[in-house]
């Protein structure tokens, strides 16, 4: 039986939903739009099945649920995702080619002769830092939601301790990490960093399609706004706590701080709020990057730009772009950061941002340092701000090309500053130059070709760069694993500016991320398996 692109009658349909990973609401309203096109619905497999309709993601997945032994024990009935059947409801009609929509064999399952795949959990390493956690992993139904719980947990318990939010983070870690796709809670049961919190979670999820605690977090008020005001740029979650005392639900009720706000931050953050959060993608930052890199080599020959953060592990999309700037011989980054900001604003892409000093000492390594979920602060000389990307950016190869010709067309920038100063603070700079405080909305306003990004520039010197390098890679919860794995297991301290033998009184120098790992005694991880 094939449905494949001809056209077919609804009522010549007779489908098995499976109810596995359907949310009770969702499966009910599928059933009830079913039965209004005279769509049958069957519980049993039979031979008139006409479709096996399912959220699992592989036919070893359905043949297991149905407890059959194999697949052909199935016959030649389709066995397609939810989806099919939603956009054929959509659609009106049944004649979406199946083939998209057709469940894969999972190739490690069948390869292994219907086995099950290696499940044994004991053999994982302990730290996260140990493991190769990549971007794309086989548990994303289960990880989303414990994540949720450690949103919810970080935020709620503000200021506390931490360690409630972390215990989910280290559960959905080490889920992300199984080389096999968790489809019973007793398969997880021998984790150590899954509790029984996690567990029951699992559970809920796995037996009906979500955990009721999950759902109640997502549709709670609070937290929708707490994500909702923390997404602006410049507002940390007190301050948005703050904001939903005052009764503020939307970043309207918000938009009056713009005027007031004494931090630059909040003031252009909300004017550029929509843009900020909508995400930066691969091509804007590769353009982005090579454009920096081009005026870093031109003022100082030898000078390296590299594209750090997410999009360095994987990601094809960021919330910034993270450009960690430095140059092979010691020193020779002093003094290079405001002449490469000068730059870039006579061509035209800076919109605001500030300009924090190296405030880095010896002491700084020895320091104790607290291990936050906000990430770590460092002190290397960076420039945290916005940028304007042209359009084209998002679609143009050669982007270094673009911004020469959208240089000559905006003035915004010149309305902002003058030169560049030692001291890059727009707040003073805007005062300065008599900027009015409706300056943000202003320009946002204008018609304009650019986007408004985050953008990091971080420069590092070469003795640090390495040590750098994995710091502004990520993710964060690898760097919070190194950092304490460094402390407790080697008794050393490491940081973005190095790694300090405590009981040597020393640095352990690094020429290459290779070494970071070597000196830490870990195996190395390219940057894509350190997405935990
Ligand atoms: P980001 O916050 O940009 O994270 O920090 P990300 O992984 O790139 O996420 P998206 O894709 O933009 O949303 C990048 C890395 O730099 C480190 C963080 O720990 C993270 O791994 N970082 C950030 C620091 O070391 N110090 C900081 O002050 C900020
Ligand atoms: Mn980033």
Redesign the pocket.
């Known amino acids: 039986m094939s449905a494949n692109s001809c056209e077919v009658d609804f009522s010549r349909l007779k489908l098995l939903i499976m109810p596995q990973r359907i949310q009770k609401r969702r499966l009910e309203t599928i059933k009830i739009a079913a039965k209004k096109r005279g769509v049958q619905t069957v519980s049993e497999l039979s031979t008139e099945v006409t479709h096996i309709v399912t959220e699992f993601e592989t036919v070893e997945q359905v043949v297991r649920a149905l407890k059959k032994d194999n697949a052909a024990t199935l016959g030649d009935v389709e066995i397609v995702s939810l989806t099919w059947l939603t956009d054929c409801f959509k659609a009106g009609k049944v004649n979406v080619a199946t083939e998209a929509y057709r469940l894969k064999h999972d190739t490690l399952e069948s390869a292994d002769n219907g086995n099950e795949p290696e499940e044994n959990t004991s053999l994982l390493p302990e730290w996260a830092c140990q493991r190769a956690t990549p971007l794309e992993h086989h548990n994303h139904h289960l990880t989303a939601g414990i994540e949720t719980l450690q949103l919810y947990s970080e935020l709620r318990d503000l200021d506390q301790d931490y360690s409630r939010a972390l215990a989910f983070r280290r559960a959905s870690c080490v889920l992300k990490c199984l080389p096999f796709k968790v489809t019973d809670v007793s398969q997880i049961s021998n984790i150590k960093d899954v509790g029984d919190h996690v567990k029951r979670v699992v559970k809920d999820i796995l037996e009906d399609g979500s955990s009721a605690e999950v759902d109640q977090i997502n549709n709670g008020e609070w937290f929708n706004k707490m994500k909702l005001f923390t997404a602006v740029f410049g507002v940390g979650p007190s301050t948005a706590k703050k904001w939903i005392e005052r009764g503020w639900t939307s970043i309207q009720d918000a938009v009056w701080v713009e005027a007031l706000s004494k931090d630059w931050r909040v003031r252009w953050g909300l004017a550029f709020h929509e843009e900020l959060q909508s995400r930066v993608e691969r091509p804007e930052a590769d353009n982005f990057t090579a454009m920096v890199r081009a005026e870093a080599e031109s003022i100082l020959p030898g000078t390296t730009v590299e594209l ?4 360095r ?1 994987g ?1 094809k999309m ?3 772009v ?1 450009l960690l700037i430095s140059h092979p011989r010691e020193g020779a980054e002093v003094g290079l950061l405001p002449r490469l900001l000068k730059q870039l604003e006579k061509r035209g892409v800076i919109l605001c941002g500030s300009h924090e000093r190296n405030s880095f000492t010896e002491d700084v390594l020895k320091q104790d340092f607290k291990l936050s979920l906000r ?4 002190h290397f000389e960076k420039w945290l701000g916005i940028c304007k990307f042209p359009k084209q950016f998002a679609t143009t190869q050669n982007g270094h090309d673009v911004v020469q010709e959208v240089a000559g067309k905006t003035d915004v920038c010149s309305k902002l500053s003058g030169s560049v100063e030692e001291d890059y603070e727009p707040k003073v700079k805007l005062r300065k130059l008599g900027c009015a405080d409706e300056c943000p909305r202003s320009v946002a306003s204008e018609d304009r070709d650019w986007l408004a990004r985050r953008v ?1 520039l971080i420069v590092a010197p070469h003795s640090q760069y390495y040590y750098a390098l994995v ?6 919860h690898f ?1 919070r694993d190194l950092r304490l794995y460094a402390t407790r297991v080697l008794g050393m301290k490491l940081t ?1 500016h190095g790694l300090y033998n405590i009981s040597q009184g020393s640095m352990v120098p690094a020429s290459s991320e290779k070494e970071v790992f070597d000196n830490m005694q870990i195996p190395y991880r390219e940057p894509a398996q350190r997405n935990c």
């Open positions: 750090t953060g997410g999009f592990r990601k960021g919330h910034d993270d990430g770590q602060l460092d990091d710091g502004w890679t990520g993710s964060k760097n973005s």
